[in-house]
């Protein structure tokens, strides 16, 4: 029963990590996998010296780090504040509307994106009517990064809010009673109670997010950025795709990918160790 | 509870009120622009620019155009095939999978689940990938976004995890009225855990029905393009010149904004209209994946 399964995972997902090989080789879609010329690490000594390296690295890591800083906070603030929430009614509209962006597809959101960044959007709009000068937003490199994020939790925060709602529940009701009787206001609640209350499931959230910070959602970028704002939208996996599928540097582009996983998964193993040590919570 | 609220109190509950509100309005008002444009007059919106508060001179011409065009069709009905055909093996095979290692005494089942988990955390990267699907024949097939995808081995592990809750002793009552391993997962495991299929069910489709990157690197023939793709051309490369007949440039320009806000609304309104009532399955879905964590 298990051999479906088992053919699944070894062509799909360790057929590729064979394949990954081919990074040290010089691939030709003629010879194949296997009788292409090895190469050493010559692919990655000329990526490690390319112009392209320091560039893509720098804006992985900032925009990951943008979105650590302010993506992953959000979500944890929107379920405080809706846990305080008395009125159900109003509750559940809150909800139910922060939730909706989830569902809309990433092409229609970059499409929206686009539309409202344009010198004529609806942003620029209302930039204008404050005073300001509208402008080709999407043309600007030193925007890109504030569009992307900013877009990201408009779309996301509603939806991971769950897990902490989730969490937010099954923090002990008594604990608010006893705070209350000792008069503790409510932000005195929320810093003392709810957010303990919630500490582990933010910290397992933590290391999961810090095991892909160099895979930043590179399906966005690819439909957002253009050649004017390479500078600061260009990522490892959108570099990735671009060498790879575009320009058919398959070796080349292949070492990139490879040197991505490996740096993610070492990324990984430390939140993970630093987190067992400080907080005794761990993926393993 | 009825004790006077002090100052303080009201204070913070009328900031938050007013943040949660503003919170609302700024995640609505964008839907509601897309939709007031949509129905709008082309040359009003374009001259307009801005805030609307209404759909300004009502004109259904954009949807028209959005209806009358065959890629629209053909990319609905290809997204169609993916869905049905893909959450359909998506289902079996994440069924098998759980059902094997949700068992105690399978051999190999640690070895095997480590097997598996490894896959969450590494993976040999785009290109290699590609490669193997090209190398499998896929390239160019409604099955490439459906084949390499069968399993998401982190629903796979939510579903085992909700095997494991289910009593053994039906298993072995099952066993000695002589069940195999497939009556015992098709009559009695699987119709236990109808309310997270459903999850699986759910979650599935909306990966399928949002799904574009794998498909724009796997389908180059556009006949078999699924809706999203069609979308894309649309919305991000912006050609919606195939789609108004006849007029003048100026014109084909104004319906041609229009026409995008009309692509959101066809494209985003089915998921929009049921995910009301599938939202608690879904906040379900998550609740169930958070636990495991």
């Not at chain 1, 939730?99 to 499409?111: A, D, E, N, R, T």
Request: proline content about 4%; some cysteine; aromatic content about 14%.
């Amino acid at each position: 029963m298990m051999i479906p399964v088992i053919a699944y995972y070894v062509i799909f997902q360790y057929g590729p990590m064979y394949g990954a090989i081919i990074a040290f080789k010089d691939y030709s879609p003629m010879k194949g996998v296997m009788d292409s010329e090895w190469v050493g690490l010559a692919h990655f000594q000329s990526f490690f010296e390319s112009y392209y390296f320091w560039r893509i690295l720098k804006n992985t890591l900032i925009l990951s780090l943008y979105s650590l800083c302010f993506e992953f906070p959000a979500p944890i603030i929107l379920a405080l504040l809706i846990n305080e929430v008395r009125n159900k009614r109003f509750k559940s509209i809150v909800q139910s509307v922060t939730y909706m962006p989830h569902f809309i597809s990433l092409i229609v959101i970059c499409g929206i994106i686009k539309d409202f960044t344009n010198s004529g959007g609806l942003i620029n709009t209302f930039i204008t009517y404050l005073g300001g000068d509208g402008q080709a937003m999407l043309q600007k490199p030193e925007l890109f990064r504030s569009i992307y994020i900013i877009s990201d939790i408009w779309q996301g925060m509603g939806w991971t809010s769950i897990i902490y709602l989730a969490a937010l529940m099954n923090v002990d009701q008594e604990q608010f009673e006893a705070a209350r009787i000792d008069g503790a206001g409510r932000l005195r609640q929320i810093w003392n109670i709810s957010i303990p209350g919630i500490l582990p499931t933010i910290i397992i959230m933590l290391i999961l997010r810090i095991g892909n910070l160099l895979s930043v959602g590179f399906e966005k970028i690819i439909l957002l950025y253009n050649p004017a704002i390479y500078d600061t939208a260009d990522v490892i996996s959108t570099f990735v795709y671009r060498k790879g599928l575009l320009e058919f540097g398959w070796s080349y582009s292949a070492a990139v990918g490879l040197f991505n996983s490996v740096v993610n998964l070492i990324l990984l193993v430390l939140a993970n160790r630093l987190s067992k040590k400080f907080s005794e919570n761990s993926l393993w | 509870m009825k004790t006077k609220k002090s100052g303080l109190e009201r204070t913070f509950d009328i900031c938050l009120y007013a943040v949660l509100s503003i919170l609302v309005l700024i995640t609505l008002y964008p839907l509601i622009f897309v939709a007031f444009a949509s129905i709008s007059d082309a040359a009003y919106v374009v001259a307009h620019k801005g805030v609307l508060w209404r759909p300004v001179g009502i004109n259904f011409e954009a949807y028209k155009s959005v209806f009358g065009n065959k890629a629209i069709w053909s990319g609905y009905k290809n997204t169609l095939f993916i869905i049905v055909f893909g959450v359909i093996l998506n289902l079996f095979m994440t069924s098998l999978g759980a059902y094997v290692l949700s068992r105690k005494n399978v051999m190999l089942n640690k070895p095997i689940m480590i097997f598996i988990i490894i896959t969450m955390f590494f993976n040999g990267g785009l290109i290699p990938f590609y490669l193997i699907v090209k190398g499998v024949g896929l390239l160019d097939t409604l099955w490439a976004p459906i084949v390499p995808f069968a399993i998401n081995t982190f629903n796979l592990i939510i579903l085992r995890t909700s095997f494991q809750s289910i009593p053994e002793s039906l298993e072995e009552a099952a066993k000695i009225d002589g069940a195999n391993h497939f009556v015992i997962l098709f009559r009695i495991i699987l119709p236990l855990s109808m309310p997270i299929m459903a999850v699986m069910t759910l979650y599935y489709a909306v990966d399928k029905w949002n799904g574009w990157f794998y498909s724009s690197i796997f389908i180059s023939d556009r006949d078999l393009f699924p809706l999203q793709l069609v979308i894309r051309e649309i919305l991000i490369s912006n050609s919606t010149e195939g789609m108004s007949s006849g007029g003048s440039g100026n014109d084909l320009y104004q319906i041609g904004e229009t026409i995008k806000y009309a692509t959101i609304m066809v494209s985003t309104l089915p998921i929009l209209m049921v995910y009301p009532y599938l939202q608690r399955y879904f906040v379900k879905g998550v609740m169930v994946g958070s636990i495991k964590g």
